[in-house]
C-alpha cells in the first residue's frame, strides 16, 4: 500500500505542475487572445480554461457534496450566458478549483476513495466512485489543456511546456 501511495503522491504533484503550466500559459494573454478558437465549432482558449474550473468544481460540489457554501452557489463558469473572464479571474479560478480539489486528495483515504455517488445522465443512473471521479477530471483536464496548447500554439502564442 505504501507503493500505492508514493504512485498516487507523484500522480498528483505532476497534475498540479501541468495546471501550472496551463495557469503560466494563460495568465499573459489579452481579451483578444482568449477568444481564439482551433475552428469556429470549438471552445475559444478562455471558454475552455472555463470549462475545466467549472468542471472540477461542479463534479465536487455537485456529485461529492465537498466545498463550502460559497463554493458549492457559484454559477458554472462555462454555462451558456456567462460572462466572458479576463486571464486574472481564469487563473484564478483555477487556482480555487485546485485548492478545492487538492485538500480533499490529501484528506481522502484509500477507502474514502471507493466511496459511490448516484448520478443521472441521459436518463440513465449511474453509481461512481470517488476514484473514479478523479480519474474522469485529470483525463478532462489532459484533453482540454491540450485544446489550450493546441490553439495557442496554432496561433504563434507560447503553449504549456509540458
Not at 501541468?18 to 470549438?42: C, F, G, S, V
Not at 461512481?128 to 495557442?152: A, K, N
Request: aromatic share 8%; proline share 4%; charged share 25%.
Amino acid at each position: 500500500m505504501a507503493e500505492d501511495s508514493r504512485t498516487l503522491d507523484t500522480i498528483y504533484e505532476n497534475w498540479k505542475l501541468y495546471q501550472d503550466h496551463l495557469k503560466n500559459a494563460i495568465a499573459p494573454l489579452t481579451d483578444e487572445q482568449l477568444a481564439l478558437r482551433a475552428a469556429p465549432n470549438l471552445r475559444s482558449i478562455g471558454e475552455n480554461a472555463a470549462h475545466i474550473m467549472g468542471a472540477r468544481i461542479g463534479w465536487f460540489t455537485r456529485l461529492l457534496g465537498e466545498g463550502d457554501d460559497e463554493l458549492k452557489s457559484m454559477p458554472r463558469w462555462d454555462a451558456p450566458g456567462q460572462p466572458t473572464r479576463t486571464a486574472i479571474e481564469l487563473v484564478a479560478g483555477l487556482d480555487l478549483s485546485w485548492k478545492l480539489m487538492a485538500g480533499c486528495l490529501a484528506r481522502w483515504n484509500a477507502e474514502d476513495m471507493q466511496q459511490t455517488f448516484m448520478r443521472e445522465r441521459d436518463g440513465k443512473t449511474y453509481e461512481l466512485s470517488r476514484s473514479w471521479v478523479i480519474w474522469h477530471l485529470l483525463e478532462h483536464d489532459l484533453h482540454h489543456g491540450g485544446e489550450i496548447s493546441l490553439t495557442l500554439g496554432m496561433h504563434g502564442l507560447e503553449a504549456p511546456d509540458i
